[in-house]
């Protein structure tokens, strides 16, 4: 009998890509997707998916990894836990940062975290680049030298006092960008607006965590996306948009894209699935909620449903950003903590693709309707995919990487703090029941997940060097 040619075989599962959903097998070869189709010759490790879904690994294009907080607080979660984490949820890529603050070599930076990933990643993973001290040596020398590395997304603050950069210096590091050939990716909020309320709060003795939401006024993002888009078509540089969180400033991107602009936009679990009422809990609890900007109203996530099926925004990463509810994490500034001294962020790589898969695939968002299963492939995996430039990412497709999450559309699975593999201790989707549950997940063709349990090993991930790609080519309008 011939030896099998290939390393495994998953059978009898439904397959679905972006743009089709059919019955086949698929085989892996080295790590690659070797062939798909019917009845295929066996493997010497085989699946059977039978009444499966064989879909593409979720791609997590915004997660916050054993990085350093401004403030100087460490995320709860390594490089390990955040990436088996992911995996757990069906997540096999992630993109993290690489976190410069004053007065450090973003060089060092890089190459340090660089050395942390690869110790600890289960899963593959890539880097933006945090430019927050944009001096000389940085956007001359470290920054054109480290895109052509492959490091090629930049992320800035327009707000927070130790990150934030000032218009002036936006438009030398867009102009960095376009001159080689990288994505800017900016938080994008107006910084003065925030601070004058936080003031006018914490004057009047609203310090509670709830009153971190009314800190950040739905204009302040508005103001900023314009002046953002503006500055990037002045430069003719494109850009991504975080964490998107009110219907205006939706409609900003849509109507940015639709004059041509080359303006991409993201939202998040938080702001689709969350309002700022989560925040309004007794004493410091509604710090676990606390995210900027923050989660608003039924009203906005309704717009934001909307504007992911108008392609106006084009994925939902997790913005995941662990912090433990203790002296270590969000309470790092005591029992009297104000709002603006409790750590934000909230933890979220392994709810991110079965909160969008209960919504988009097992409840039908009428959004979706027709399309649910393409639509939800095409948000976590295959658009970020392509405008992240991940080579061989992001599709089941002969020659990609077998990067592969196998569904039970029918498991019902209650969200608790106890069932989360990362270190963050919470969730903060707690008690919601969601139907659909990646069982099995592989990367590049290793099983990194087995019957819902992590089996990967700390270091078997790689890091994607990538060039910034069509995405990051100028308009030319």
């Not at 927070?160 to 438009?171: G, N, S």
């Not at 310090?207 to 302040?220: C, D, F, I, L, N």
Request: glycine fraction near 10%.
């Amino acid at each position: 009998m011939p030896a099998p040619i290939h390393d495994l075989v998953i059978r009898n599962g439904t397959v679905a890509t972006a743009s089709d959903v059919f019955r086949a097998d698929v085989a892996v070869r080295k790590g690659v997707i070797s062939a798909i189709g019917m009845a295929l010759p066996p493997g010497r490790e085989e699946i059977d998916a039978r009444g499966k879904l064989v879909l593409p690994g979720g791609i997590d294009s915004h997660t916050h990894i054993e990085q350093l907080s401004a403030g100087g607080i460490m995320n709860a979660d390594t490089f390990e836990t955040a990436t088996a984490a992911a995996a757990f949820g069906g997540t096999t890529t992630v993109i993290s940062f690489a976190a410069q603050h004053k007065g450090m070599s973003l060089r060092k930076v890089v190459d340090d975290y660089a050395a942390l990933a690869e110790r600890g990643a289960m899963i593959d993973y890539a880097f933006h680049m945090i430019v927050s001290d944009p001096t000389e040596a940085t956007l001359t020398k470290d920054l054109p030298a480290l895109i052509a590395e492959g490091h090629s997304s930049i992320k800035l603050f327009m707000t927070y006092d130790k990150l934030k950069v000032e218009d002036e210096t936006l438009l030398d590091v867009l102009s960095v960008a376009r001159e080689n050939r990288a994505l800017v990716c900016v938080h994008a909020e107006n910084h003065g607006m925030i601070a004058w309320m936080s003031r006018k709060l914490l004057a009047a003795g609203q310090t509670a965590p709830k009153y971190h939401a009314v800190s950040h006024p739905r204009g302040s993002e508005t103001e900023a996306f314009t002046r953002l888009i503006t500055a990037a078509a002045m430069v003719d540089q494109p850009i991504m948009i975080f964490h998107v969180s009110t219907a205006e400033g939706a409609a900003i991107v849509g109507d940015a894209r639709r004059q041509g602009l080359k303006v991409f936009a993201e939202t998040c679990p938080q702001y689709l699935f969350l309002t700022a009422a989560d925040l309004d809990r007794p004493g410091l609890e509604g710090a676990k909620w606390m995210c900027s900007p923050p989660p608003r109203d039924r009203s906005d996530q309704e717009a934001l449903w909307q504007a992911l099926a108008l392609g106006d925004l084009q994925t939902v990463s997790s913005d995941h950003a662990p912090y433990r509810y203790d002296a270590s994490g969000k309470l790092s500034g005591g029992p009297g903590s104000t709002f603006k001294q409790i750590a934000n962020g909230l933890p979220g790589l392994e709810t991110r693709m079965p909160l969008m898969f209960d919504a988009m695939v097992s409840r039908r968002r009428p959004e979706f309707s027709g399309r649910a299963l393409q639509a939800f492939v095409n948000i976590t995996a295959t658009q970020p995919a392509h405008i992240y430039n991940l080579a061989g990412k992001g599709s089941i497709a002969i020659g990609y990487d077998a990067d592969i999450a196998i569904w039970d559309p029918k498991a019902r699975v209650t969200l608790t703090d106890e069932l989360m593999v990362g270190r963050s201790g919470y969730t903060p989707f707690a008690g919601r029941t969601v139907r659909g549950w990646p069982e099995t997940v592989l990367s590049r063709g290793r099983v990194v997940v087995r019957d819902r349990t992590v089996s990967g090993r700390a270091g078997g991930g790689r890091h994607i060097a990538r060039a910034g790609g069509w995405a990051a080519e100028p308009a030319r309008r």
